[in-house]
């Protein structure tokens, strides 16, 4: 079976760097090595494990389209950029018939969604890449189907720290926002606590020194109107290896479906997790 070829797109960023040393070690992917980056970055290029990724500033996008048309079959991306790029990002994918999965978070998600079922293209789009934690999330769907207004009367305390670069509020806190929600709890997105300061997550939070560049902590809390129950769901995250797994497993399911003949589609992870 000839590998998938895959072209990352947030270099020289953390993620980015972890997914591409995947890629490069994993014999099921082939490195297209370009990757888009944003209109900051000084750097011409960037190494990891050996290979030399050329980065692609918005400017420049014209010169990457001509490489890629060379190539022949288009590449899947994967994007974790930042938020301000991910409809810009999207639209340039379904524009130049690039399937992607989309790990990053922000942007306009309805828009977002829209242009890929505009398009002649399919996407994974999912706030985490987590397998496991996604799980959760499904079960958490499953309660808020299955028994609506299960903790009417409770209030809820969403807490989430994640590394200081991270610019946004976490994606998979939001999501859980809506489940707390259809179960009863009366509860906004500008509720959720956000953490970003590394002596405070050091400190208070308890986060190991070495991945406070790198981590995912979720804590949230239930509790009764009278006080006397309490219940509390934690996920810890420390570094990045979980949601590179989950990628690339998104990056086979996806090329899978386009060997099917998907256009105008949006998967989940979920989609992932069941394989169909």
């Keep these: 079976m000839e590998p998938i070829r895959v072209m990352v797109n947030g270099a ?125 999330q499904a079960m958490m769907a499953y309660a808020a189907d299955a028994f609506p207004g299960l903790f009417d009367g409770y209030t809820l305390e969403i807490a989430e720290s994640h590394q200081q670069g991270k610019a946004d509020t976490s994606g998979t806190a939001k999501a859980m926002v809506g489940y707390f929600n259809r179960l009863g709890c009366k509860f906004s997105e500008e509720e959720i606590e956000k953490e970003r300061d590394p002596e405070c997550q050091r400190r208070e939070w308890g986060i190991p020194e070495a991945h406070l560049g790198g981590h995912a902590w979720h804590t949230y809390t239930l509790v009764s109107d009278d006080g006397t129950v309490k219940f509390s769901f934690t996920h810890n995250v420390n570094g990045r290896e979980v949601y590179v797994r989950g990628t690339l497993d998104a990056v086979r399911f996806l090329h899978r479906k386009i060997g099917e003949g998907s256009r105008g589609r949006v998967f989940s992870m979920i989609d992932v997790l069941k394989g169909d």
């Design 12 to 136: 020289p960023g953390n993620v980015a760097r972890m997914v591409v040393r995947h890629v490069i070690q994993d014999p099921r992917f082939r490195l297209v090595p370009w990757s888009l980056t944003g209109p900051e970055i000084d750097a011409d290029d960037c190494i990891v494990a050996g290979e030399t990724v050329r980065l692609v500033r918005p400017d420049d996008r014209a010169v990457l389209l001509d490489a890629l048309k060379s190539m022949g079959t288009a590449p899947i991306c994967i994007d974790f950029t930042h938020p301000s790029a991910v409809n810009g990002n999207a639209e340039f994918y379904c524009a130049n018939h690039l399937p992607f999965v989309m790990g990053t978070t922000g942007g306009d998600r309805e828009k977002l969604l829209a242009c890929v079922k505009g398009a002649d293209i399919s996407a994974v789009i999912a706030p985490n890449m987590a397998k496991q934690i996604v799980g959760f």
